[in-house]
Structures are given as C-alpha cells and as structure tokens.
C-alpha cells in the first residue's frame, strides 16, 4: 500500500537525509548510484577494496558511484557515470554499457535504489584506485577461484558485499543464454 503522505525531514546532511512518513524513519540518498558488473576480457570480475566509514572496515565491493554528487558530473546520465567510475575506481574502460536493473538496497532502512550496470567491451587503461579521496585497490578474480577468493578475504576480517552475489547469478544466467 503506497503513501500518499509526503515525507518529513527530520535532519539534513550533505548526501543524506533522514525522513519520516507515516511513522516510518528512513534514508534518502539524495543522488542516484550505479553498481557495475564488469568481467575482463580473461574472464575476471572486477571488484574494489575500500575502507567504508560506517562499518569501520576493509569492504571487498563491485565498483560503483553517485551520480551526480560533483558539479563537475551534474548532469551526467547514470550510464555515463558508471562508465566514468568504471574507469576511475579500476582503470578499466568500458566499450559499452547497458542497464540491467534497479534494485533497493535497504527497503525497510532507505529508499536508495541503485542501477546495475552491465559494462563489456573492456579495455585496461590506467591504474585506477579511484580519485584523491578514496584509497580503492583494485582486484580481478577469475571466475573459477571467486567462491573460494571471496571466502578467504572473508575469513581475513574483510566485508564482503552481497551485490557480489547478484553480480555473480547474472552473470551465471548470461553466460547459459
């Protein structure tokens, strides 16, 4: 059953606001995201390793980005965004890419959804690690070593991300059509 109360905000941050409808206390992300799913041409998964403040630890993610959050970027359409942190936070180029879906994160906790981006075509053109806020390494893990990979990184005390996962059944049910 859709409200068709409008929200109150109930404290104003600069990407965030914290709301309340109908009793109901929620995130809203201010700017778009896109999360992107991007295999090399030798079979590898894309994923970067960042500090992520909120958790205070290492988190194993697919590359991802707000669109929209710099003046620089303000107009820029999600699926060039995700191109252009596809790049930035990898170092790999994307000759095309194409929407797949939009997904909540949190429905209970935000009304954030974010884009799932399918990138291909890719090329290797500089180191990434993302720009001089961020501090990402960068991982390829072939295909047939992620489960165990991701395993491991888990056991060591990382957080892995479960977009991952959807990241990996799309890309299984492709890879059988």
């Known amino acids: 059953m859709a409200s068709d109360q409008p ?3 109930l404290h104003e941050g600069h990407y965030l606001s914290l709301q309340c409808r109908d009793g109901w206390e929620f995130v809203h992300r201010r700017h778009p995201a896109a999360i992107i799913i991007a295999w090399t041409p030798g079979d590898e998964l ?8 909120p958790i205070g630890r290492r988190t194993i993610e697919l ?3 707000l669109v929209g959050d710099e003046q620089a970027h303000g107009s820029e359409d999600v699926l060039d965004a995700a191109a252009r942190e596809l790049e930035e936070e990898t170092g ?3 000759g095309r890419v194409e929407e797949i879906m939009a997904c909540p994160t949190s429905a209970g906790m935000s009304d954030e959804t974010v884009l ?3 990138a291909t075509e890719l090329s290797h053109v500089g180191p990434g690690g993302g ?3 961020e501090d990402i390494v960068v991982h390829r893990i ?5 489960d165990e990979w991701l395993k491991e ?12 996962f959807t990241a990996l059944y799309w890309s299984l049910s492709r890879s059988r059509s």
């Open 46 to 53: 894309l994923l970067v390793e960042q500090f992520r403040v």
């Open 63 to 65: 590359p991802a980005g």
């Open 116 to 118: 799932f981006v399918r």
């Open 153 to 164: 990184r888990y056991a060591n005390g990382l957080a892995i991300d479960p977009k991952i």
């Open 142 to 146: 072939r295909r047939s070593v992620i």
């Open 131 to 133: 720009d001089d806020s």
């Open 7 to 9: 929200a109150t905000t």
């Open 92 to 94: 790999w180029r994307a």
